[in-house]
Nanobody, 123 residues
Framework: QLQLVESGGGLVQPGGSLRLSCAAS????????IGWFRQAPGNEREGVSCMSSGGSTNYVDSVKGRFTISRDNAKNTVYLEMSSLKPEDTAVYFC?????????????????WGQGTQVTVSS
């Protein structure tokens, strides 16, 4: 059974850093597209970053230069390194995957989702 489990969220001050993890089971993560998404209260879910099976990546403009997506195939885990965090980054962060190789940003294109992890940026 395909499963994704996020971890690493928490409370951090503006300017701080966090690393989110997304552990996959039931499938080999490196064969499929994977994405990170976030949803703040009252907002629609948005794509933050994605990675294709070949390793190409994409980021929403608001996080470029601050967030980095990476993958550890041996651990079957995808990470989202977040730095220079801002209050507007506060949201529940989700990872998701779809059984194809090319990753895109729209959440609607992903079929399998984790439960999410809360990130709060506040002083």
């Amino acid at each position: 059974q395909l499963q994704l489990v996020e971890s690493g969220g928490g409370l951090v001050q503006p300017g701080g850093s966090l690393r989110l993890s997304c552990a996959a089971s039931g499938f080999a993560l490196d064969y499929y597209a994977i994405g990170w998404f976030r949803q703040a209260p009252g907002n629609e879910r948005e794509g933050v970053s994605c990675m294709s099976s070949g390793g190409s990546t994409n980021y929403v403009d608001s996080v470029k230069g601050r967030f980095t997506i990476s993958r550890d195939n041996a651990k079957n885990t995808v990470y989202l390194e977040m730095s220079s965090l801002k209050p507007e980054d506060t949201a529940v962060y989700f990872c998701a995957t779809v059984k194809r190789s090319v990753a895109t940003m729209p959440p609607v294109e992903y079929d399998y989702w984790g439960q999410g992890t809360q990130v709060t940026v506040s002083s």
